[in-house]
């Protein structure tokens, strides 16, 4: 049974753990993000510590980063706005230090692929894993592949109809205004009112609006992309009620349109919450490591 | 060297050609669309007369279509709103009738591959191909592969950002008024300005808006797949003083986030002319066969 190794690679903290799957964690860490050199070093010093042969590491990591197979920069976090973390090499420096294959991926990309393997997609060939927490991302698993192209998914930044009637807010993402991001991320809900989206009152106005801003992503999403399923998790979806109030606006965008049971009949499931909870960052990088070690095999 | 038999079927004409490759076409008919019986019949027959050992057909076919391999209706034609072409068998039937391997896709995938294997996307893995004609699609390829998920894309029903002061025009969509069809489709700009796109001078307001809006389609493509090129054709794209309008609101749209030279430094490549012209239906469903043939080699 091959051991690999996973790194959940965020803004705030690296989650690194060691596991044949999500059943078989032997190791974990949790490692405040300082600096690259301190916050890679402890990484891969916990690694090292383990004394234990890992066949493959993956990587789930923030961005945007450099995918391109042939790349000289390949795995590098490249324009972050995390003062310290631009142009840094991640993948190159760990598959290095730990002599092992690595993969690396998009957190959202790695998410997708966790909840697709063990998860809330699990018999999918195409879905859609969106994160709605501080910021908005999306990954995309497509033929049963993440979707990379010229760089990777930046589900966030889509432009969405804005009715300044229902939502006069501007939005405050700072390349456009009231994109996806701009008008429905955490960040953003907390801008608007005041409060973290946590102290919203259940009945507060902010969720008819919320709902209504990610069914636009939604539609979007299942327009250019036609996912079997949209996965929605992150902090922000941890407000169950939004579900149904999106999976209501997304149904009424659609109008019909699409003839699919799977939406007509199956809102419930093809908009769903995510399964795998708070270990979905790590073992989307576990899947990572999983998927490259198969690649070479 | 491999003789593929390939139909576009459109909802006006069908196309059927015998050919090795784009180079090579060793016949091919025009079959008006007619009722399914008469129009395949003629396509099987023409097929039928050439005498001639197809090894395999491709069907670039209007939609919706079932294109789920596992489904007792694959290759049919679904919800179109033709008369009489509703739940109709097409694949099946040709199969059926050739006693040849076929495959199906929607026309714009068709066109999509044609244009990655002999045009304007050769030597690209992913890249977006979207049709602005009467009405708007886009087919996608991923990974090297089309774009299917739970159905198709229906690129042409993303929800765009809509200003009203801008372009007052409430869209056309029967089902969705202003969606990105309802807006810019060749058949919005004929009800919006009350003459044929093609008769509207190129100093004419209509060609800003136009532009405008299919820059928030082709920005909302980019966000959610992230090709390495959107080609962009169809009847109303033969005015090529769109494509640097749409170039520079798309790069305005964007404002820097993407940090990547291939929209940055290269948006005239990014956003690109298709190369086949009129020869990409029929080219596209060659390349279909091509893709089978290949597939079951």
Redesign the interface.
């Known amino acids: 049974m091959a051991l690999y190794g996973g790194i959940e690679a965020g803004g705030t903290k690296f989650v690194c753990a060691a596991a044949t799957g999500p059943g078989d964690i032997r190791a974990q860490v949790r490692i405040p993000t300082t600096t690259p050199k301190e916050t890679l070093g402890a990484a891969i010093g916990f690694f090292r510590s383990l004394g234990l042969p890992l066949d493959a590491v993956g990587i789930s990591c923030f961005g945007?980063l450099d995918l391109r197979d042939a790349s000289p920069t390949w795995g590098y976090i490249?324009?972050t706005p995390k003062p310290g973390w631009q142009n840094v090499d991640v993948a190159q420096r760990i598959a290095h230090a730990l002599a092992t294959p690595v993969a690396i991926d998009t957190d959202v990309n790695g998410a997708a692929l966790a909840e697709q393997r063990w998860g809330a997609g699990q018999g999918l060939d195409?879905l859609v894993y969106l994160t709605v927490g501080t910021g908005i991302g999306?990954g995309?698993i497509?033929?049963g592949?993440p979707?990379?192209?010229?760089?990777?998914?930046?589900?966030?930044?889509?432009?969405?109809?804005?009715d300044r009637a229902i939502d006069p807010f501007d939005g405050n993402c700072p390349?456009?205004g009231d994109c996806l991001e701009g008008l429905a991320s955490g960040h953003s809900l907390q801008e608007r009112w005041g409060v973290p989206a946590e102290e919203l009152p259940a009945d507060h106005v902010a969720w008819e609006i919320e709902a209504r801003h990610l069914a636009?992503g939604i539609?979007?999403?299942?327009?250019?992309?036609?996912?079997?399923r949209v996965i929605v998790g992150g902090s922000v979806m941890k407000r169950e009620q939004l579900f149904p109030l999106i999976r209501r606006e997304a149904l009424a965008?659609?109008?019909?349109?699409?003839?699919?049971s799977?939406?007509l009949d199956g809102i419930d499931t093809y908009i769903a919450p995510p399964a795998l909870g708070d270990q979905a960052g790590v073992l989307g990088a576990i899947a990572l490591a999983e998927a490259a070690l198969n690649q070479i095999a």
Do not use: C, K, W
């Open positions: 945007p490249t324009t195409d999306g995309a497509v033929n592949a979707v990379h192209g010229l760089m990777h998914p930046e589900m966030g930044h889509m432009r969405i109809p804005h390349f456009h636009h539609v979007g999403i299942t327009t250019v992309l036609s996912p079997q965008l659609l109008n019909g349109y699409l003839q699919v799977a939406i």
